[in-house]
């Protein structure tokens, strides 16, 4: 079977959906394949169970799972609602090596969120199955991915409520921008790399501007 290109696609057949007579917000679901390079994807075939495996059987975990077979994955992708349980604080005993007390990052899930994670990642076991995959399985987790997280300081126009203005300026620091994911409340039900991207020329723009009038 041809390896070929990476590549992802994701789907939003259920990106709102209705369960019981009501209609939900649900999200977007992103297949993948594994990466080309070959590298990680044998170095992954070293381990089993936590154990080192070597020999006929490490090359015919090769031969089975690299070459002979593609490794499909999927995520889903939806609301992280906000709850009075999910904050970032300030610690009373840490501090780092400066001096500087620690934050502390709590992490809790709403109920809703879950749900709908567990409504989509079924959706997505059906495709693969229709598709012909086998040794289907997956996990519904509360907690996010590193590479997208969320929150912290969000954006409003109450500094009492939130860490930003409507610009992405801090309310306490009159030259300070923050331009990631940290002011959005919620992620969304997509993957918002690019909602970080479009805010951030937004930002960068509002800051031109800025400084165009200092001159």
């Known amino acids: 079977m041809s390896r070929g290109l990476f590549f992802n696609r994701h789907i939003q057949e259920w990106y709102e959906f209705e369960k019981d007579g009501k209609r939900y917000k649900g999200g977007t679901i992103d297949f993948l394949f594994e990466h080309p390079n070959v590298i990680p994807n044998v170095a992954a075939q070293f381990y089993e169970s936590g154990n080192l495996v070597f020999g006929d059987k490490l090359m015919k975990k090769i031969k089975d799972n690299v070459y002979a077979s593609r490794n499909l994955t999927f995520e889903v992708f939806n609301d992280w609602l906000p709850t009075n349980t999910t904050f970032v604080s300030v610690s009373d005993t840490h501090r780092d090596k400066y001096g500087v007390p620690v934050g502390i990052i709590s992490l809790d899930a709403h109920k809703q969120d879950l749900e709908v994670g567990e409504f989509l990642s079924q959706k997505a076991v059906e495709i693969l199955k229709q598709m012909g995959a086998k040794d289907v399985s ?9 590479n997208l997280a969320a929150g912290g300081a969000r ?30 409340p919620t992620g969304g039900s997509v993957p918002y790399t690019w909602s970080i991207y479009a805010n951030s020329f937004r930002i960068a723009d509002i800051i031109k501007n800025r400084l165009s009038n200092l001159v």
Do not use: I, Q, R, W
């Open 155 to 184: 954006f409003g126009d109450d500094p009492k409520t939130s860490v930003l203005d409507k610009n992405c300026k801090t309310h306490e620091v009159s030259n300070l921008y923050v331009s990631d994911a940290s002011f959005m």
């Open 138 to 146: 997956y996990s519904v987790s509360s907690s996010p991915p590193p």
